[in-house]
């Protein structure tokens, strides 16, 4: 989508819950539905990318997926696949997955704790639903990396956020600071990543770095951002310049939601299937190297089962993606 001439986004009639006008500039994002995982896929809420926006800071992929019932869906089984280019960041609202990487790492995912892998020059890993896990519920999050990083060292990290209570909300910083919390995994460009849990009824005012934009997915109820309300599923876009953001939790059951940020990610990606280049040729390079079982990636033991195939690249180069220069979308 374009954004060019002189619109602008209308703010939401009503308040903020604290008697203010909202402020004008939420973008509202709709998920798309898309079946992950080769040959055993489950279904996933796509918000990002799409067209009306690539990347919000360095986030550049958000998948939402569940509450999901193991015994009816089969969960989670995504055998051994590449990246390279980014960050993969897991977060789980319930269930539990088992990880296993080409850097020897073993390791589990479960509710409240962050999984962060650096793909950097290239990694392979696998995410399987544990047996114990009845209903699988949560978040796959990507960080691009930047120029001067893109080929990083594999790594992963693992950090159990402590919850931080503020103005009727339960904070989980698992990247970056917010409201006074501050996680300790480090990140290659300025980012934000928070699980925040509404009250019924609550209103929360939240300093945030006015050179930060923001993006809030609301998994559970719904949601105003800044006077636009948000539901179940759905994105909200805040540009930079806001030295806060308000929620509110108008409903009589708690809402949850995913709050991203970071500074403006000035450089064009090109983004297919599991990679994050800045060429067309970035993406074949990587892809031939896959498919020939290159050193790159290595090798993850402990996966009973094939590694996924690299799909068939398009006909035509895959043209770089960055952001419009102005939000575009509809309010509430």
């Known amino acids: 989508m374009s954004g060019a001439g002189t619109d602008r986004i209308a703010p ?3 308040t903020d819950g604290r008697g203010r006008v909202p402020r004008p500039g939420v973008e509202v994002l709709t998920a ?20 009306a926006r690539t990347l919000i800071g360095a986030w550049c992929f958000i998948d939402h997926y569940g509450p999901d019932d193991v015994g009816v869906t089969g969960g989670m089984d995504v055998a051994p696949h590449p990246h390279i280019g980014l960050q993969t960041v897991s977060w789980l609202f319930s269930g539990e997955i088992e990880h296993r990487d080409s850097l020897g790492s073993h390791a589990f995912v479960r509710p409240g704790e962050l999984n962060l892998m650096t793909g950097g020059r290239g990694i392979s890993h696998t995410e399987v639903s544990t047996p114990g896990t009845t209903v699988l519920h949560g978040v796959q999050l990507w960080v691009a990396l930047p120029g001067e990083h ?7 990290r693992h950090h159990v956020p402590d919850p931080v209570r503020r103005d009727g909300a339960v904070i989980r910083v698992f990247l970056g600071s917010l409201a006074g919390d501050t996680s300790p995994v480090p990140a290659f460009t300025p980012l934000l990543g928070a699980e925040i849990v509404l009250e ?8 945030t770095d006015p050179a930060f934009e ?9 949601i105003r951002l800044d006077g636009t309300l948000l539901r179940a599923a759905e994105l909200g876009y805040l540009g930079p310049g806001h030295g806060e953001v308000t929620l509110v939790n108008e409903t009589d059951a708690p809402a949850r939601a ?10 064009e990606i090109v983004m297919w299937w599991n990679f994050v280049g800045r060429s067309h040729d970035d993406i074949v390079e990587a892809r031939e190297e896959w498919e020939a079982g290159s050193d790159r990636f290595g090798h ?11 799909p068939a690249l398009p006909n035509a180069t895959i043209a770089p993606r960055g952001n419009p220069t102005r939000p575009k979308g509809s309010t509430r």
Do not use: C, K, N, W
Not at 150 to 156: G, L, N, T
Not at 214 to 222: E, F, M, R, W
Not at 258 to 267: K, N, R, S
């Open 258 to 267: 995913v709050l991203v940020g970071g500074t403006p990610f000035d450089e």
């Open 214 to 222: 923001h993006g809030l997915l609301v998994d559970q109820g719904s």
């Open 150 to 156: 893109r080929d990083a060292a594999r790594d992963f």
């Open 300 to 310: 993850v033991d402990g996966y009973p089962g094939a590694r996924i195939p690299a």
């Open 200 to 207: 019924p009824h609550a209103t929360a005012i939240l300093d």
């Open 12 to 14: 939401s009639p009503g």
């Open 32 to 51: 798309r539905d898309v079946p992950l995982g080769g040959p055993r896929a489950m279904t996933v809420r796509r918000t990002l990318p799409q067209r």
